[in-house]
């Protein structure tokens, strides 16, 4: 009977061991699969501020700054740090809104962002030091993009 009882147990722990090292990667493919739709939709934002940038030339910094944090974002996704990606591309996709206002567009209604997101979301500040760490020498003037911007997008 002992014999039966350790079988019993190893075969538990086994088992548990399969669903617990199991659950992990499901929830990290949602985190992967929402950064990926938080780049996508912001990269979208990015291209209308731009446009309006270029038909309108009020330059804040906003758009440079966005294009920083989203290129960041999208770093951050290839290296498998979703939630960092999701916090860096909705913050490109906030300056991105200050682009378009300031250049006197308007903001799409399907892109905004819930206000529970923004509660989650860390210091503006947090996020704008981290970038200049990880990422020095990016451009801050809009005036550097007027041209096309590429590489905002993933695949």
Excluded: W
Aim: proline share 3%; charged share 30%; net charge positive.
């Amino acid at each position: 009977m002992t014999i039966h009882r350790v079988s019993f147990a190893v075969a538990a722990v086994l088992c548990a061991a399969v669903v617990l090292n199991a659950a992990p990667p499901r929830g990290r493919e949602a985190m992967k699969d929402h950064a990926r739709g938080a780049i996508k939709k912001t990269a979208a934002v990015i291209h209308i501020a731009h446009k309006k940038l270029k038909e309108n030339r009020v330059y804040t910094g906003d758009l440079a700054r966005s294009v920083a944090h989203q290129r960041f974002a999208r770093k951050l996704y290839a290296q498998g740090h979703y939630l960092k990606a999701i916090h860096h591309a909705r913050r490109a996709r906030v300056l991105a809104f200050l682009a378009i206002k300031a250049n006197r567009g308007e903001v799409p209604k399907n892109a905004e962002l819930a206000q529970n997101d923004l509660k989650s979301m860390p210091e503006d500040s947090s996020l704008d030091a981290e970038l200049q760490k990880e990422m020095p020498g990016q451009t801050m003037r809009d005036e550097d993009l007027l041209a096309q911007i590429s590489d905002l997008d993933v695949d």
